[in-house]
């Protein structure tokens, strides 16, 4: 076990920054213009341009967290660059003449079977593509049902859905205005309609968000219920790609330097998912393969509004202590606060409010709750919950602090 307190201003790694969609200061050099087409008419040949509004047909991650969108035989690699033939990274999906192209794509995520945990699944009319680093797989083509009974050909769009937020390992096909959600291990399908929902031609999981793609713009909707929440359909040019003067969302986001990330907290929950806390942000931890991105707390944890000040996790509780008040949410597809609170901290951990930092060790009982310069064991298996010892720490203030089993890689690169 590893128990990392950070002090004051704690430096991440990962920082509030790189592959997050687009920073409207970033420009893309224009390639000069070819005058010998008709205007608005490109060649036959000529590469697709995402900043002229394309509805992509797939699009998805690969094992290395790259993304991938597909239109025709063209791919674009990442949030920026330009297009390339789909053939020069996927050889084989061009060699099945009478097939289309690509349809859907997902980034399969099971991990009880690592023979297809990670692959990236390709959707040609009635046939299944399988890749893992860049090779087919071998067997493949298959039809599509022969993998995903009750699931039809000639899809629009595929998403993974891990267990977390959806039920179970998922993943939802969409066709027409038709969602299927296919679980991976009884390989049952249930069928949905979610009217409110554009029909999506491509659709994206990106640190636990789903994004329907649709013409050039996108929705962002809920695994579960297919809820819309927020002002939607947005343009994808603004987010999800570089495209110079007039686009991007940015709004003075930028790269923090690392003596500006001053965490409130952060946490491990019993999923393995772990979140720093950073005003009235959170971020992802443990995903940073797939890029890091900061989103409103309230967006997971709808009753959280303001800083929070220290946040752990004990079995599939999550406690998030805010002045001297603690909100306990129960994590399952998606966090949900018990009824009841949030409550004073004083009648749930027998300690006055507010504090600076809590965690809690993997399978351990014991919070460990800083305060100044002090640290307080509460036993959270006892009746009444009471400070159990009382230990002075060395370092002068302390924000954060987290516990997690040893061995899982350290996303901090260090402490100052
Ligand atoms: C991935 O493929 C390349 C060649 O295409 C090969 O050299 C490399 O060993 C492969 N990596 C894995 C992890 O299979
Ligand atoms: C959505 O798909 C349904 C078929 O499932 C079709 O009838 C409808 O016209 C489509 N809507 C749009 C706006 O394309
Ligand atoms: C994209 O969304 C905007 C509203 O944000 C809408 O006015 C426009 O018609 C949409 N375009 C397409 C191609 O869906």
């Given at each position: 076990?590893?128990?990392?307190?950070?002090?004051?201003?704690?430096?991440?790694?990962?920082?509030?920054?790189?592959?997050?969609?687009?920073?409207?200061?970033?420009?893309?050099?224009?390639?000069?213009?070819?005058?010998?087409?008709?205007?608005?008419?490109?060649?036959?040949?000529?590469?697709?341009?995402?900043?002229?509004?394309?509805?992509?047909?797939?699009?998805?991650?690969?094992?290395?967290?790259?993304?991938?969108?597909?239109?025709?035989?063209?791919?674009?690699?990442?949030?920026?660059?330009?297009?390339?033939?789909?053939?020069?990274?996927?050889k084989e999906l061009d060699d099945y003449h009478h097939?289309?192209?690509?349809?859907?794509?997902?980034?399969?995520?099971?991990?009880?079977?690592?023979?297809?945990?990670?692959?990236?699944?390709?959707?040609?009319?009635?046939?299944?593509?399988?890749?893992?680093?860049?090779?087919?797989?071998?067997?493949?083509?298959?039809?599509i049902q022969q993998e995903f009974?009750?699931?039809?050909?000639?899809?629009?769009?595929?998403?993974?859905?891990?267990?977390?937020?959806?039920?179970?390992?998922?993943?939802?096909f969409f066709k027409g205005n038709e969602i299927y959600s296919f679980d991976i291990k009884t390989k049952s399908v249930k069928k949905k309609v979610w009217a409110h929902l554009p029909n999506c031609t491509s659709a994206f999981r990106w640190l636990e968000h789903y994004y329907c793609f649709h013409g050039y713009n996108f929705t962002r909707f809920h695994p579960v219920s297919?809820?819309?929440?927020?002002?939607?359909?947005?343009?994808?040019?603004?987010?999800?790609m570089r495209c110079g003067e007039g686009f991007g969302h940015g709004g003075g986001a930028r790269k923090q330097r690392c003596s500006e990330v001053k965490l409130n907290a952060i946490t491990i929950d019993d999923k393995g998912r772990s979140y720093a806390f950073q005003d009235a942000m959170y971020m992802r931890l443990d995903t940073h393969r797939d890029g890091s991105h900061h989103f409103p707390i309230s967006r997971l944890w709808k009753e959280i509004s303001v800083v929070v000040d220290a946040v752990f996790n004990y079995g599939d509780n999550m406690y998030i202590i805010q002045g001297?008040?603690?909100?306990?949410?129960?994590?399952?597809?998606?966090?949900?606060?018990?009824?009841?609170?949030?409550?004073?901290?004083?009648?749930?951990?027998?300690?006055?409010?507010?504090?600076?930092?809590?965690?809690?060790?993997?399978?351990?009982?014991?919070?460990?709750?800083?305060?100044?310069q002090k640290m307080y064991d509460i036993d959270l298996a006892a009746t009444p919950r009471a400070v159990k010892m009382e230990r002075p720490i060395p370092f002068p203030e302390i924000d954060a602090g987290f516990c997690d089993a040893d061995g899982v890689k350290k996303q901090f690169r260090q402490m100052t």
């Open positions: 076990m590893t128990a990392v307190l950070l002090s004051l201003y704690a430096c991440l790694a990962l920082a509030l920054s790189n592959a997050a969609p687009v920073h409207h200061d970033v420009m893309i050099k224009d390639a000069p213009e070819d005058h010998s087409h008709p205007k608005g008419e490109d060649p036959p040949d000529a590469k697709p341009d995402r900043c002229k509004g394309i509805e992509f047909d797939a699009i998805t991650p690969d094992e290395k967290g790259n993304t991938f969108f597909f239109k025709g035989d063209h791919l674009w690699k990442g949030f920026s660059g330009p297009a390339e033939l789909s053939n020069s990274i996927f097939l289309g192209h690509v349809d859907a794509a997902f980034r399969m995520h099971h991990q009880d079977d690592l023979n297809v945990h990670d692959h990236i699944y390709f959707f040609l009319d009635d046939k299944i593509f399988s890749y893992y680093n860049y090779t087919l797989e071998q067997g493949y083509p298959v039809e009974p009750g699931v039809p050909s000639h899809l629009d769009a595929a998403v993974e859905c891990p267990k977390g937020e959806c039920i179970t390992d998922s993943v939802l297919g809820d819309v929440t927020g002002t939607y359909p947005k343009d994808a040019r603004n987010y999800f001297d008040q603690v909100y306990i949410y129960k994590s399952a597809a998606h966090y949900t606060l018990i009824e009841g609170y949030p409550k004073p901290l004083k009648e749930e951990l027998g300690i006055d409010g507010p504090v600076d930092a809590a965690f809690l060790c993997p399978n351990q009982h014991i919070v460990n709750v800083i305060q100044g």
